[in-house]
């Protein structure tokens, strides 16, 4: 058969019909010249500028990683971000009760496998019996669908979700527990886990304050809510059912409301969990540790 020929400038590639479409490609990346690529180094910028140059002289490095690199914890004073000093998260005010506040626990929070405070939290059982008992057994550890389960816990459980400003959920549990049983036509038992109950709470407070201890209006949730600021708009899903009660877990929730989340799902870049659930008698202010 005739020949071909393939010309790039004064270049003239002899190709035959039988020729493989990688040999084409071959001679055409033969033929074309090699252009010089420019230089990365030259002007570069930082693409993440939130870190720390030397974390042995930063005292607040709480070894925080994402982005592949080691962080320090923005909501620290002693971070820098940047090359400048970070600001701490702003304090924010115990609010005031809006009704008797009856039964209390706490809670001790971990952050990045460092200890981040104590929250402690008054529930308004006048007002929302049984939304209060649920999570008041959920504290205590005693929570059960039936009388042979093992109960749910709060200790270990995840924060859920911050949207700054506007809510910091809890309430992920890792130990739902509950029972085992065997099935007809299943090889191996199934375990049914633990269901937050639902039930008929009402009541006319509003998500008017930072610092309110909401859950799900009907129930049937672990998930409970701590208000960041006011937010009425939360109202119509959320039921307030109390408060948290001391200065130091109103400086822990400024903490929690200023992570860095991941965009997708709002969840904390760090591991962000309850490391023990602490039930106080009635009365006592949770400022001892049990």
Known sequence: SSALALERGSMRLPLHDSSSRRAIL???????????????????TVAQSVGID????????????????????????????GGTDGVAAEALVVPQPRCAVTDRF??????????????TLGLYSSLAPASSDTLLQLARGE???????????LERSNLVRVLKDREVVLGSLKVPNGQLRIMSGKTRPQRYSVVPPSNDDANDLSHDAAGLLSVRRGGGSFEFMLTP????????????????????????????????????????????????????PSGTTGKGKA
């Open 229 to 280: 600021a006011a937010n009425a708009k939360l109202d119509k899903e959320w039921l307030v059912i109390g408060q948290v009660t001391e200065p130091e877990g109103m400086q822990v929730l400024a903490r929690l409301n200023s992570l860095p989340t991941n965009n997708y799902d709002q969840t904390p870049i760090v591991l962000v969990k309850v490391e023990r659930a602490v039930p106080l």
């Open 106 to 119: 706490a809670l001790d929070l971990v952050i990045a496998g460092q200890a981040a405070g104590r929250i």
């Open 26 to 44: 071959t001679a055409l990346a033969t033929a074309l010249p090699l252009l010089p690529l420019p230089s990365v180094a030259d002007g570069r």
């Open 143 to 153: 929570l059960r669908s039936d009388p042979d389960d093992v109960p749910a816990t």
């Open 54 to 81: 030397n974390k042995e002289t930063v005292s607040g490095a709480l070894g925080i990683i994402w982005g592949g690199r080691e962080r320090c914890d923005p909501t620290d004073a002693t971070c820098q971000a």
